[in-house]
């Protein structure tokens, strides 16, 4: 029933269902860039430099005549696998460490809020910033960088949610019957978290894609010549007036996928979300 309902509410909303498209034609693209790839995306070729869209190059070239559409496709392989998988470590974390701090309150709740407040008290690209300048530039430190800064936000929300549940009739229960805090905790308290948990994680996801972009337009993350869609721009960039097409696409496969994920986000909170449900 529940699959049910939510295809009756992709088909009423036109712009959640091309969200999703969309997504699944990003992730299959990542999946298969060395066969939809047209061409080497780390290959110079100094006859083709700067070539403008064509139908040989659909992307134009780049100042080292390497084919910005293969890169732009194997882009999305570092900036997916760098949404996804800072979403997924920063919420696992996010929830354990505010469910023990909702649950359990007393010292640790105290300990672990302050360090929510700390994480949250600066800016999160300038704090990852200032973490991925301390690390080797790669994909290993913009993914310890974001997931440092990323967890705190979830953290918060599973501690508010937690202190509503712990009250429940049904907490009470579990506890009548003898199960213990842990139990209560991981299998009865957090699986009702799980819908709002959702919701932020797909919100996130575009967030983590734009930052990770930052940090590889700064330098910051993964190094030339991997084709990155951040670092396609900051190379670029030079070349904005008289070659635009370099910065165009890459430009718009960051613009679109934070879009999309955004949109997808919104539908999910208003389907999740009783109170929004018409």
């Not at 194997?74 to 920063?90: D, E, K, P, Q």
Request: glycine share 8%.
């Amino acid at each position: 029933m529940e699959w049910e309902t939510l295809i009756k509410h992709l088909k009423k909303n036109s712009w959640a269902v091309t969200s999703l498209v969309i997504i699944l034609v990003f992730i299959l693209t990542a999946f298969l860039a060395p066969l939809l790839s047209p061409y080497d995306p780390l290959s110079i070729n100094l006859d083709s430099l700067k070539l403008p869209p064509s139908g040989s190059h659909l992307f134009g070239t780049d100042s080292k005549g390497r084919d910005i559409l293969s890169r732009v496709i194997f882009g999305a392989r570092y900036s997916l696998l760098i949404g996804f998988a800072v979403t997924f470590t920063s919420i696992t974390f996010g929830i354990i460490v505010g469910a023990l701090a909702g649950y359990f309150r007393g010292k640790t709740d105290i300990i672990i809020t302050m360090l929510i407040d700390l994480v949250l008290a600066f800016p999160s690209l300038l704090l990852a910033i200032g973490i991925s300048v301390a690390l080797p530039p790669g994909i290993m430190s913009v993914f310890l960088a974001l997931t440092l800064v990323g967890w705190a936000p979830f953290a918060r929300l599973i501690r508010g949610i937690v202190l509503s549940l712990r009250e429940s009739q049904f907490v009470d229960a579990a506890k009548v019957i003898g199960c213990s805090p842990l139990r209560i905790l991981f299998l009865h308290i957090i699986p009702n978290c799980l819908p709002i948990t959702i919701v932020a994680a797909s919100l996130k996801i575009g967030s983590f894609i734009l930052s990770e972009s930052a940090l590889s337009f700064l330098g910051l993350g993964i190094q030339p010549p991997t084709p990155t869609w951040g670092s396609m721009v900051s190379l670029n960039r030079t070349y904005l007036l008289s070659s635009p097409w370099m910065i165009i696409f890459p430009g718009l496969a960051i613009m679109v996928t934070v879009l999309v994920f955004n949109i997808l986000g919104d539908f999910l909170r208003d389907y999740l979300d009783p109170h929004l449900r018409l």
